[in-house]
């Protein structure tokens, strides 16, 4: 069934954006060609055009929203008209391979379709609950407009992929999509990439424990909430044997730099932006706790966050907000906090410090789950299920 896939994204450049990556050489081993169009990074990804390991990558320049919506709606745009410039060039496709946010590739998947093509919707985010989440906003005319365009998308996928079953829910419920129309192909950690290396006693800066959090810092992603829990730490449970480093970066950075800032953090806490793999194993493997301060919002309940199952690949405990898929992921390989109590967050994260080993049973639940029912080894046959589906409907 193999044939000629395209796969769209637009929030992350390629092969930065792990799971399109993974997805990618999926569907590379099982002889699909495969053309991926995305954005340029700012410091990597930075060419126009790459064939890495048999994946031909066509990137095109975006600038990144400033301003609130009305930014998104011009970033969105731009992105669009690129996306459609490169596409055209490629000849015919078999499947177009859509992901989001943004809900606005089904304008070029229906004009792929019209020359035989079939299109796969890869629903990474929930865009409405995204919205409500990040703007607070309430139901104004941007949120039905971004619904409006989520209906659009369902209405002309042929199949749709989700990365777990409350996003599943969502297609056939909202969506109106058929059960047999609708795949979970869960985001999962190469184990193979994920692996410990000798801790770096440097990094702890003299403190006898280092925690860690890892992901994007957008207003959304609750490290806000993970810095008052530490000053919580910090003034309500007398600890300071501690360092943390954040890693990654996003359009809250520089707000969380200054937040840390105001805590009185700035000699307990770094920021390191985004860095390499080998730098960052050496973070997860020197890291006693791993923090996921996704605080309760319609978007985060229903999410499965990539940090969750990457701490868990790396055998690290993980404190965390109680959301329903938070839960679904991690199991018993986290500790939770009643959502968004940044006070109980702090204590937990007290507990695990004193207890090494509470911390490296929990720590081992989270690698086997990583390894067996949560593997990548079981999405991609998902994924391939979905892409057969596809090519027959």
């Known amino acids: ?10 929030n992350l450049s390629v092969p930065f954006d792990r799971r399109v990556w993974q997805e990618s050489l999926a569907l590379r081993d099982a002889g ?3 053309h991926v169009i995305c954005p340029q990074g700012a410091k990597r990804d930075t060419e126009p055009y790459a064939e890495i390991d048999g994946v031909r990558i066509h990137r095109y320049p975006l600038k990144a929203a400033t301003g609130g919506p009305l930014g998104y709606l ?5 992105a669009l008209w690129h996306t459609y410039r490169l596409a055209r060039r490629l000849g015919p496709i078999d499947v177009i391979h859509a992901c989001n946010p943004p809900d606005l590739f089904f304008l070029i998947a229906r004009l792929l379709k019209s020359r035989g093509a079939r299109f796969l919707f890869d629903q990474h985010d929930l865009v409405p609950e995204l919205y409500l989440s990040r703007f607070q906003r309430g139901q104004d005319f941007l ?13 002309a996928a042929d199949v749709v992929v989700a990365t777990n079953e409350s996003y599943r829910e969502v297609a056939l419920t909202r969506g109106g999509k058929r059960p047999e129309d609708v795949f979970v192909v869960r985001s999962a950690p190469a184990v193979e990439r994920f692996h410990e290396v000798p801790p770096q006693p440097e990094l702890r800066k003299g403190k006898p424990h280092l925690l860690c959090y890892l992901g994007v810092m957008g207003p959304q992603d609750g490290v806000d909430y993970a810095l008052r829990a530490l000053a919580k730490l910090r003034d309500e449970q007398n600890r300071t044997d501690w360092h943390a480093a954040f890693v990654g970066a996003g359009d809250a950075f520089d707000d969380m730099v200054r937040l840390a800032r105001d805590l009185g953090l700035s000699d307990l806490v770094d920021f390191t932006g985004r860095i390499p793999d080998e730098d960052l194993l050496r973070y997860l493997s020197t890291a006693d ?12 309940d229903v999410s499965t966050m990539n940090k969750v199952m990457e701490y868990m690949a790396m055998a690290r405990p993980i404190v965390s907000f109680d959301l ?3 839960k679904v992921s991690a199991g018993e390989a986290a500790v939770y906090a009643p959502p968004n109590d940044e006070s109980e967050f702090a204590k937990l994260i007290a507990m695990l410090l004193d207890d090494p080993e509470e911390r490296r049973r929990i720590g081992a639940i989270g690698r086997e789950r990583v390894a067996g029912p949560l593997s990548w080894e079981n999405s991609r046959k998902s994924l391939l299920a979905a ?3 596809a090519r027959t409907r």
């Not at 706790?289 to 985060?300: A, E, I």
């Open 1 to 10: 069934m193999a044939g000629k896939a395209l796969i769209l994204v637009e």
């Open 32 to 34: 699909w060609e495969v």
């Open 74 to 78: 011009r970033e969105y745009g731009s």
């Open 143 to 155: 949120y039905r407009l971004v619904c409006r365009l989520e209906r659009a998308t369902y209405r």
């Open 289 to 300: 706790v791993c923090l996921s301060p996704d605080p309760l919002n319609p978007l985060n």
């Open 324 to 326: 329903r898929e938070a």
């Open 387 to 389: 892409y057969e589906a």
